[in-house]
């Protein structure tokens, strides 16, 4: 297993265009989650899921904010109408059973949207 | 509102000394505490942890100490070695995700 993976690594999108991030955890991690993290901030919170269910989205995800785990792997990230203070890494890490020495990040999707 | 608070953007710490990081949060519901370690383009690793009911973890050179009735933990790096360098952060939470700091650049000089 090569750790956490996440596609594209960048993305540059015009404003108002969706954008779609994918997430492949650790294979024996059952949890997910997806965090933010801007220029001079830690990571922010975002979402995450217990196997396929999504059991906690922060404030920060707005409507136009849409995250999946359909089958419990591999998770994505949506974006619609993208907008300048969209900017951001995007960074998906993975845990099992929420045991929190097991969180492991990917490298993260760096966004510009332009 | 900050739940945890990194105060120093930045720190300088001569090769072999000792690293001081600090963190204060708010937030008494934390299960754990964890520090990350982030090197430009790459995502957060993990460094180490401790819960909430201990007051000291040690692992090689890392030691994290925990101080709950002043809401209060750092990490102790000795000696500090030059990579090192990299930006620390701290956090709180547990199963349900962590809450970060905004993070302290270490800067280890030769």
């Known amino acids: 297993d090569t750790g956490v993976s996440q596609d594209p690594r960048h993305k540059i999108t015009k404003r108002g265009q969706n954008v779609t991030f994918r997430c492949d955890p650790i294979?024996?991690?059952?949890?997910l989650y997806w965090y933010r993290q801007t220029l001079g901030q830690g990571p922010e919170f975002l979402t995450y899921?217990?196997?396929?269910?999504?059991?906690?989205k922060s404030r920060l995800l707005s409507d136009r904010f849409s995250a999946e785990r359909p089958k419990g792997s591999f998770s994505t990230l949506e974006i619609q109408r993208t907008e300048q203070g969209d900017s951001a890494m995007y960074l998906c890490?993975?845990?099992?059973?929420?045991?929190?020495?097991?969180?492991?990040f990917g490298s993260g999707t760096r966004l510009t949207v332009v | 509102d900050q739940q945890v608070k990194q105060n120093s953007p930045s720190l300088s710490v001569q090769e072999g000394r000792i690293s001081i990081l600090n963190c204060d949060y708010t937030?008494?519901?934390?299960?754990?505490f964890l520090w990350y370690k982030k090197y430009p383009a790459e995502g957060p690793t993990f460094l180490i942890s401790?819960?909430?009911?201990?007051d000291k973890n040690e692992d090689g050179r890392f030691t994290v100490f925990l101080n709950k009735s002043a809401k209060h933990l750092s990490l102790h790096i000795v000696p500090s070695q030059p990579g090192d360098s990299a930006v620390y952060f701290c956090?709180?939470?547990?199963?349900?995700?962590?809450?970060f700091g905004k993070g302290t650049h270490l800067i280890i000089q030769p």
């Open positions: 401790i819960s909430s009911i201990k």
């Open positions: 890490a993975s845990s099992f059973e929420g045991i929190p020495d097991g969180y492991t």
């Open positions: 956090s709180g939470g547990g199963a349900d995700g962590l809450t």
């Open positions: 294979s024996e991690h059952n949890r």
């Open positions: 937030n008494s519901m934390f299960d754990y």
């Open positions: 899921f217990q196997n396929e269910a999504q059991l906690e």
